[in-house]
């Protein structure tokens, strides 16, 4: 059975830096499309990044340059690095795995990020 | 602010036929599948339509959906109560370096 449990969130300052891991089992992350996908508080979804099995990665414009997607495959584990937190990426974080196409089929129930002074 | 454009709200009595929209473009609709998720209050969003009209297993056949051009639409015949939620529709877009969009959503209220 595939699951996902995310991890690391918590109460970080503006400026701060955050690691969120996403623990997989039932799958290995190497042979799949991982990504990230948020929502605000009172907002809609976002997608924030994806990693590709063969390694490329790709960021929402909103955090390029800011967030790293990783993963470790002896661990089976996909990470997101969150450097230079603002207070709008308040938010719960999702970790997800995409299927033969671009439909996210399996979801982790999230780890809410708060970046307040 | 998101390029998938969605009515906030829809509405209708158990029984009934609700209808969704999604509005998009030539960079993601117009050229990409379009995805549907429900996203239930307190629970991880979930994948309701796949490759613009597939229902994954385990979705009732109540849930349809159709796309046209740079549209898209989700339809929920027989409505029930367990159907209130959060729907958005999503697709990847190949505009700036490419990256997954969702639609705005629509919360589903079942009067």
């Known amino acids: 059975e595939v699951q996902l449990v995310e991890s690391g969130g918590g109460v970080i300052q503006p400026g701060g830096s955050l690691r969120l891991s996403c623990e997989a089992s039932?799958?290995?992350?190497?042979?799949?499309?991982m990504s990230w996908v948020r929502q605000a508080p009172g907002k809609g979804l976002e997608w924030v990044s994806v990693?590709?099995?063969?390694?490329?990665?790709f960021y929402a414009e909103s955090v390029k340059g800011r967030f790293t997607i990783s993963r470790d495959n002896f661990k089976n584990m996909v990470y997101l690095q969150m450097d230079s937190l603002r207070a709008d990426d308040t938010a719960i974080y999702y970790c997800?795995?995409?299927?033969?196409?671009?439909?996210?089929?399996?979801w982790g129930q999230g780890t809410l990020v708060t970046v307040s002074s | 602010q998101s390029v998938l454009t969605q009515p906030p709200s829809a509405s209708g009595t158990p029984g009934q036929r609700v209808t969704i929209s999604c509005s998009g473009s030539?960079?993601?609709?117009?050229?990409?599948?379009v995805y549907w998720y429900q996203h239930l209050a307190g629970a991880a969003p979930k994948l309701l339509i796949q490759?613009?009209?597939q229902r994954p297993s385990g979705v009732p056949d109540r849930f349809s959906a159709s796309k046209s051009g740079t549209s898209a639409s989700l339809v929920i015949s027989g409505l029930r109560a367990e159907d209130e939620a959060d729907y958005y529709c999503?697709?990847?877009?190949?505009?700036?370096?490419?990256?997954?969009?969702f639609g705005t959503g629509t919360r589903v209220t079942v009067l």
């Open positions: 997800a795995k995409r299927g033969f196409e671009w439909e996210l089929t399996h």
């Open positions: 990693i590709y099995s063969r390694g490329d990665t």
């Open positions: 039932g799958f290995d992350v190497s042979n799949n499309y």
């Open positions: 999503a697709a990847w877009d190949n505009s700036l370096s490419g990256s997954y969009v």
């Open positions: 030539s960079s993601n609709l117009g050229r990409y599948y």
């Open positions: 490759r613009n009209d």
